[in-house]
């Protein structure tokens, strides 16, 4: 803004051309850009693209002098690596293990693959910057630093959550609803887990009619992992057992919804969450 040249961003540029005329007009206009002045296109991709969305932008972006790079998210054991090479850059001094923690504060070990990861790298960043500014001393940022300045900020996973309901890991499940119920409304959190207890009590019938785990990709067009991952639940509980949870799944959809004049508030729901799993879902 108060510099002598100016830097444009732009993202989507893909859609400029798809027709010749639009395209033409991109590319003539990369070759117009003032010395001074730079332009720096942002395009998203899948994890594990190598190649640029585009190849006709990249082409000319390179014979205009220009760089194409890729910047990967870092995810799960990268993180650590990754904030490690941001403090150097910033010449911030971290001890054994502080980066690791950092990661570990952000959630850069949750694997499940719905969790929201696009502000995990900023986020760790702005933690590494602030630690800089109030760690005491003149050592590294330490392990201890980041648990006493370092909030949690681990994200919720509703995959991660079903599949601890099904594997009747009654703390695990309490822990992830912790982290779910303040984002998620309590009908999406319902309508998965009663999905979930469709699908076992279903595996658990074929099952006991002699099908084998492996004959549910094609009887209930299943991908082998989840074929494998629900038949391994299903052996887990009763067939009374699954029916009485789901018998209480359906007393708490409506305590949530209000039904029969019941008080609905966001305490009673997670209290009604928190019985039905203890109640329903740990092991006798």
Do not use: C, Y
């Not at 980066?99 to 499940?112: M, N, Q």
């Amino acid at each position: 803004m108060f510099g002598s040249g100016s830097v444009a961003i732009l993202r989507g540029a893909g859609g400029l051309v798809r027709s010749n005329d639009q395209r033409d007009a991109f590319l003539g206009a990369l070759r117009t850009i003032a010395p001074g002045n730079g332009l720096a296109v942002l395009e998203e991709t899948d994890s594990g693209v190598k190649d640029p969305p585009s190849k006709t932008i990249a082409e000319a972006i390179r014979a205009v002098g220009g760089d194409v790079r890729p910047f990967v998210a870092p995810r799960q054991d990268a993180l650590a690596a990754w904030i490690e090479a941001r403090a150097r850059e910033r010449q911030i001094a971290v001890g054994p293990g502080a980066a690791r923690e950092l990661a570990t504060r952000v959630g850069g070990f949750v694997r499940e693959g719905d969790v929201e990861r696009q502000q995990q790298g900023r986020l760790a960043v702005m933690e590494l910057e602030k630690l800089s500014l109030r760690h005491v001393g003149p050592g590294p940022i330490t392990v201890g630093d980041i648990q006493d300045l370092v909030a949690e900020a681990v994200p919720g996973s509703v995959w991660a959550f079903v599949d601890a309901v099904g594997q009747r890991r009654r703390g695990r499940a309490l822990e992830l609803l912790e982290r779910l119920i303040e984002d998620k409304p309590a009908p999406v959190l319902l309508a998965v887990l009663h999905r979930r207890l469709r699908e076992l009590i279903e595996v658990q019938d074929r099952l006991e009619r002699g099908e084998s785990p492996g004959s549910l990709v094609r009887s209930m067009r299943l991908q082998p992992f989840r074929a494998e991952t629900l038949a391994g639940q299903a052996m887990a509980w009763t067939g009374p057992e699954l029916d009485a949870a789901l018998d209480g799944l359906v007393e708490l959809d409506a305590q949530v919804k209000g039904v029969g004049g019941r008080a609905s508030t966001e305490a009673r729901d997670r209290l009604a969450f928190d019985l039905w799993i203890t109640d329903r879902v740990a092991t006798s």
